[in-house]
T-cell receptor, first 114, second 112 residues
């Protein structure tokens, strides 16, 4: 059972480089999310997509863009990476938004920006 | 300042001890979830509480939602090394479209 799959798992970038984190879920969930996790900060929401064709900003959207390619896939793009974007990124999906259902997370993508 | 404050941030105990982790806020939540995260993995849901005063038990873990739905606690009885991990609470705010806001986490280490 794949669940939520993220690629790549590790990435090192230089300041100013761009990259895209890919996420795919096979649970037929409507909602998908991108979080970043920093020590002591818990998980902070970057962007989310409540359903195919819609995306909305979360708590910390600056410096990121997203694309909901189809129901399965939700990508996160860093156009010009900065050291402050060094973090572990998690993609998640859920089936029920109101009330919030269980979030299913991928294994994370560890990004270092030099 | 985070909307959800978890305490303690770190906890190191011996196997067999009891512990309580707290999740506090000045905001009222429509529901609250607890997740556990192990190194190199994503968080996994343990429980969702919805009603003020609600108590849920999951084997040796007891979860309580405050009467006013502003706080929650997680109590572990007779902790085991397998309980080691990062515990995260996440609250849903009705006036924020029920989006989940996470606390900073409590990192628990249970030594054999």
């Amino acid at each position: 059972n794949a669940g939520v799959t993220q690629t790549p798992k590790f990435q090192v970038l230089k300041t100013g480089q761009s990259m895209t984190l890919q996420c795919a879920q096979d649970m037929n969930h409507n909602s998908m999310y991108w979080y970043r996790q920093d020590p002591g900060m818990g998980l902070r929401l970057i962007y989310y997509s409540a359903s195919e064709g819609t995306t909305d900003k979360g708590e910390v959207p600056n410096g990121y863009n997203v694309s909901r390619l189809n129901k399965r896939e939700f990508s996160l793009r860093l156009e010009s990476a900065a050291p402050s974007q060094t973090s572990v990124y998690f993609c998640a999906s859920s089936d029920i938004r109101n009330p919030p259902g269980e979030l299913f997370f991928g294994e994370g993508s560890r990004l270092t920006v030099l | 300042t985070q909307l959800l404050e978890q305490s303690p941030q770190f906890l190191s105990i011996q196997e067999g001890e009891n512990l309580t982790v707290y999740c506090n806020s000045s905001s009222v939540f429509s529901s609250l979830q607890w997740y556990r995260q192990e190194p190199g993995e994503g968080p996994v849901l343990l429980v969702t509480v919805v009603t003020g005063g609600e108590v849920k038990k999951l084997k040796r873990l007891t979860f309580q939602f405050g009467d006013a739905r502003k706080d929650s606690s997680l109590h572990i009885t007779a902790a085991q090394p397998g309980d080691t991990g990062l515990y995260l609470c996440a609250g849903a705010l009705r006036n924020a479209g029920n989006m989940l806001t996470f606390g900073g986490g409590t990192r628990l280490m249970v030594k054999p």
